[in-house]
T-cell receptor, first 110, second 115 residues
Framework: EDQVTQSPEALRLQEGESSSLNCSYT??????LFWYRQDPGKGPEFLFT???AGEEKEKERLKATLTKKESFLHITAPKPEDSATYLC???????????FGTGTSLTVIP | ETGVTQSPTHLIKTRGQQVTLRCSSQ?????VSWYQQALGQGPQFIFQ???????GRGNFPPRFSGLQFPNYSSELNVNALELDDSALYLC??????????????FGSGTRLTVV
């Protein structure tokens, strides 16, 4: 069964305290793995797409990596404005279906 | 770029009624997908359209149906509403064909409450 599991569910960090969010996935043929950021009351905001194991992408304080079973979103020296829910999603080869995780709620304390 | 626009922003319907939600894709985007997001959960994929044809469908019953128009705007129709249909409905659009791995731009959603 295709599925996505994110951990932890919630994470509180001090400003400047680096950490990583995990996304484990099972999919019958990976077309792409997506990371999104979602602020309360808004739609998800696209961050990265990863296609194959070993791929890495960076944007400001965020870096996403991908293996055959999981992806990590590394946050370096976070700031309070990085507080949001981070969602991971995979798109399956079969049927172009998308599967989202339930997200990690990140709070960065000044 | 004007982004993805959804209407209405909020809606209250009675169980058994039908509802139509609308989405205007970002300029130049010809792929659109719809999602249902319950409170505290990740979005659940409903279906996707590319050039006016359904291109993928999640595990939702046939009473969830959709359309994509020549200008790439889209509608989500839900018949025979149930209380569990209460959720945030999100529309997202992407340039190019599905499967090219382009990121999707999401709208802010329509909050549907079924009473």
């Amino acid at each position: 069964e295709d599925q996505v599991t994110q951990s932890p569910e919630a994470l509180r960090l001090q400003e400047g305290e680096s950490s990583s969010l995990n996304c484990s996935y099972t999919v019958s043929g990976l077309r792409g793995l997506f990371w999104y950021r979602q602020d309360p009351g808004k739609g998800p905001e696209f961050l990265f797409t990863l296609y194959s194991a070993g791929e890495e992408k960076e944007k400001e304080r965020l870096k996403a990596t991908l293996t055959k079973k999981e992806s990590f979103l590394h946050i370096t020296a976070p700031k309070p404005e990085d507080s949001a829910t981070y969602l991971c999603a995979v798109q399956a080869m079969t049927g172009n279906q998308f599967y989202f995780g339930t997200g990690t709620s990140l709070t960065v304390i000044p | 770029e004007t982004g993805v626009t959804q209407s209405p922003t909020h809606l209250i319907k009675t169980r058994g009624q039908q509802v139509t939600l609308r989405c205007s894709s970002q300029s130049g985007h010809n792929t659109v997908s719809w999602y249902q997001q319950a409170l505290g959960q990740g979005p659940q994929f409903i279906f996707q359209y590319y050039r006016e044809e359904e291109n993928g469908r999640g595990n939702f019953p046939p009473r969830f149906s959709g359309l994509q128009f020549p200008n790439y705007s889209s509608e989500l129709n839900v018949n025979a509403l149930e209380l569990d249909d209460s959720a945030l409905y999100l529309c997202a659009s992407s340039p190019g064909a599905p499967g090219q791995g382009n990121g999707y731009t999401f709208g802010s959603g329509t909050r549907l409450t079924v009473v």
